[in-house]
């Protein structure tokens, strides 16, 4: 079975600051990894999909890279602002009957002012 | 665009009580994904629709658990009868098609007594 592994579980940087996610699956075959926000009592925020052909996605301040083959994936944010702060999940589609979707336990990130 | 809609957003019954849980997917969205979201394991999986058709009910605990989509703009999440480790988070999501992102509702929040 999949396994998605998110590391740090909680991370706290100033404002400002450039910081990476990091997000590793067991099970490389994958269709496509996606990540998401997560703010307190609200649902996810899709922030950027990476299909499994591709090795990076862009989104303003956002910048997501894939290596399949290796398992890995980070969230690269810059110039963290206060308003970034929330839980930040990964989850990938597997490549199989079902397509079954499996998600990390989250980064909880916060900037500070 | 009205995003996913779920209802209701927070739902306390006593165990045994059967509970019903409501989702409006966005409009041209053929795929509707049911999650479930603790402390103790996370986001899961439930079961997803495709085009109204239950694709993987996997996830789902046990036959307490009852998923429909009678179509396309409506589904339903249904535990009878309700037990104390059934309080959760539930989320509704859709998204085009399986392979797009997904679009997530603000949640239930379910509590048995």
């Known amino acids: 079975k999949q396994e998605v592994t998110q590391i740090p579980a909680a991370l706290s940087v100033p404002e400002g600051e450039n910081l990476v996610l990091n997000c590793s699956f067991t099970?490389?075959?994958?269709?496509?990894l996606q990540w998401f926000r997560q703010d307190p009592g609200k649902g996810l925020t899709s922030l950027l999909l990476?299909?499994?052909?591709?090795r990076e996605q862009t989104s303003g301040r956002l910048n997501a890279s894939l290596d399949k083959s290796s398992g890995r994936s980070t969230l690269y944010i810059a110039a963290s602002q206060p308003g970034d702060s929330a839980t930040y999940l990964c989850?990938?589609?597997?490549?199989?009957?079902?397509?079954?979707?499996?998600f990390g336990t989250g980064t909880s990130l916060t900037v500070i002012p | 665009d009205a995003g996913v809609i779920q209802s209701p957003r927070h739902e306390v019954t006593e165990m045994g009580q059967e509970v019903t849980l409501r989702c409006k997917p966005i409009?041209?969205?053929?795929?509707l994904f049911w999650y479930r979201q603790t402390m103790m394991r996370g986001l899961e999986l439930l079961i997803y629709?495709?085009?109204?058709?239950?694709?993987?009910d996997s996830g789902m605990p046990e036959d307490r658990f009852s998923a429909k989509m009678p179509n396309a703009s409506f589904s339903t999440l249904k535990i009878q009868p309700s037990e104390p480790r059934d309080s959760a988070v539930y989320f509704c999501?859709?998204?085009?098609?399986?392979?797009?992102?997904?679009?997530f509702g603000d949640g239930t929040r379910l509590s048995i007594l």
């Open positions: 990476i299909q499994s052909s591709q």
């Open positions: 409009s041209g969205h053929n795929s």
């Open positions: 099970d490389s075959a994958i269709y496509n």
């Open positions: 989850a990938v589609r597997q490549e199989s009957a079902g397509n079954q979707f499996y």
């Open positions: 629709f495709n085009n109204n058709v239950p694709i993987d």
């Open positions: 999501a859709s998204s085009r098609f399986p392979g797009q992102p997904q679009h």
